[in-house]
């Protein structure tokens, strides 16, 4: 059986497309034919480092399994030495039409519309990407600005499950986004560097719920995009996690498991930085997010119309159970409604342990009102946060313990208007700057 698994080989400047790629002496030139491929478990695609593929796109529609996943990756040919990243730069390229085939949990939130995404795995899973660049700029799409209230969604990567039940496997690892120019209302779309969504199948009884299990993000460097930097998980059956208590057996049926993101860097996104959704138990760790939240604003985000709601934060959950985030870090997240590094946000059993933050203009943490329970922040380092240090807001339960907390002077412990609610201080240190 290994000898039926085939390497294909993409070079765009050696390359023909009539060549069959499976040389490197006799390389495809585009992506398009490997978009016509039919890809089996075990296959593999590999573009030829210093390639650049410019308004290309890569749309993988096949599986591979767990034993065989399917493989997109890069080479160095043979009579070169290692040299950049291949890049895919597919300049608004790559349209396909999400929909979620239900409004979501507010109804200012886009759900449905044309996306451009550079990378999309459709309905498929055991498929790892690794060791690519990858650009989806609008500067050359006509008559449409930067601000534009209904601009085309843009995906560096994005992840979709719809008509197939579970989608298992899917490895995202060491690549480089940046330059996404997506739209920077729509929280909800494959908007932003690495997006994974479930959209409502056309017959759920007959495929199963769509969602996700076993995802993994690591080692990638995002930055400059809108939206989001990193989202895992937004799902149609959002109305079966409502109410603060969140059993695990909905997450079984309905929800993501096996979600881990580790050793991500995300820098300048216009958005949220790194977000986990209706996931049980996800780990995040080791990430940053360096100066997110960097469009909303009001010279930026000046014509949302009815999408309300001009916030965004660092590293966060939204609707998880027992998520523990560790050991990450987030520096200067620029203020809006929100703004802080992180935010236990309508949730059950978050964990926020050994992490650090910097100079936040929204303050370090929040725990975002009633829906969010059973959440604890421990063993974290605030340095110099600014705006107020804690967010309360309204939270039930939160508990605060054995933190350093480095305060300025003039800063409230409490950011103003973002308190009431209850929590509990255990053996909180705070030091004066």
């Known amino acids: 059986m290994t000898g039926s698994y085939r390497t294909y080989y993409v070079?765009?400047?050696?390359?023909?497309?009539?060549?069959?790629?499976?040389?490197?002496?006799?390389?495809?030139?585009?992506?398009?034919?490997?978009?016509?491929?039919?890809?089996?478990?075990?296959?593999?695609?590999?573009?030829?480092?210093?390639?650049?593929?410019t308004d290309q796109f890569l749309q993988i529609k096949d599986s591979g399994t767990r034993e065989h996943p399917i493989e997109i990756g890069s080479y160095s040919p043979e009579e070169e030495e290692e040299g950049k990243k291949p890049l895919i730069a597919a300049g608004g390229q790559g349209i396909w039409y999400q929909d979620?085939?239900?409004?979501?949990?507010?109804?200012?939130?886009?759900y449905q519309g044309y996306v451009s995404s550079a990378v999309l795995l459709y309905d498929v899973e055991h498929v790892v990407i690794h060791d690519i660049e990858i650009s989806n700029q609008a500067v050359e799409i006509l008559g449409e600005d930067y601000s534009a209230p209904h601009k085309m969604n843009r995906t560096g990567v994005a992840v979709v499950a719809k008509d197939k039940g579970v989608r298992s496997g899917i490895t995202l690892r060491n690549l480089s986004i940046h330059d996404v120019n997506g739209n920077v209302y729509d929280k909800h779309m494959n908007n932003g560097g690495i997006y994974m969504t479930a959209l409502k199948p056309a017959d759920e009884k007959a495929t199963g719920v769509a969602r996700f299990k076993d995802i993994t993000v690591e080692g990638c460097f995002v930055y400059k995009t809108s939206r989001w930097g990193i989202a895992v998980g937004y799902t149609y059956a959002h109305d079966k996690f409502q109410g603060a208590e969140l059993p695990e057996d909905t997450f079984l049926k309905y929800g993501h498991e096996n979600m881990v993101i580790r050793d991500n860097?995300?820098?300048?996104?216009?958005?949220?930085?790194?977000?986990?959704?209706?996931?049980?138990?996800p780990l995040v760790e080791h990430n940053t997010a360096d100066s997110v939240a960097c469009e909303i604003n009001d010279r930026i985000y000046c014509r949302p119309e009815n999408r309300a709601g001009k916030v965004a934060a660092g590293i966060w959950p939204w609707k998880c159970k027992d998520a523990l985030f560790r050991c990450n870090e987030?520096?200067?997240?620029?203020?809006?409604?929100?703004?802080?590094?992180?935010d236990a946000d309508s949730g059950d059993g978050t964990i926020y342990e050994y992490n650090y933050s910097r100079q936040n203009e929204g303050g370090c943490i929040m725990f975002c009102q009633s829906e969010a329970i059973h959440n604890s922040f421990c063993h974290n380092v605030s340095y110099d946060d600014l705006g107020g240090t804690v967010s309360p807001s309204e939270n039930p339960d939160a508990l605060l313990a054995h933190n350093t907390f480095y305060v300025r002077e003039?800063?409230?412990?409490?950011?103003?208007?973002?308190?009431?609610?209850?929590?509990?201080?255990?053996d909180n240190t705070i030091i004066p700057l």
Not at 417 to 423: A, E, H, I, N, R
């Open 410 to 426: 003039g800063v409230p412990f409490v950011r103003n208007k973002m308190g009431g609610g209850t929590y509990t201080e255990e």
């Open 265 to 281: 860097y995300v820098k300048a996104a216009g958005g949220d930085g790194i977000t986990a959704m209706y996931a049980l138990r």
């Open 330 to 342: 987030v520096a200067d997240t620029r203020l809006n409604q929100d703004g802080m590094a992180y």
């Open 100 to 110: 979620y085939g239900t409004t979501l949990d507010s109804p200012a939130h886009v």
């Open 11 to 53: 070079n765009q400047k050696t390359g023909r497309d009539s060549n069959d790629g499976l040389t490197m002496d006799s390389p495809f030139a585009s992506l398009f034919q490997v978009n016509r491929l039919r890809l089996y478990p075990g296959d593999k695609v590999l573009l030829a480092r210093d390639s650049v593929f």
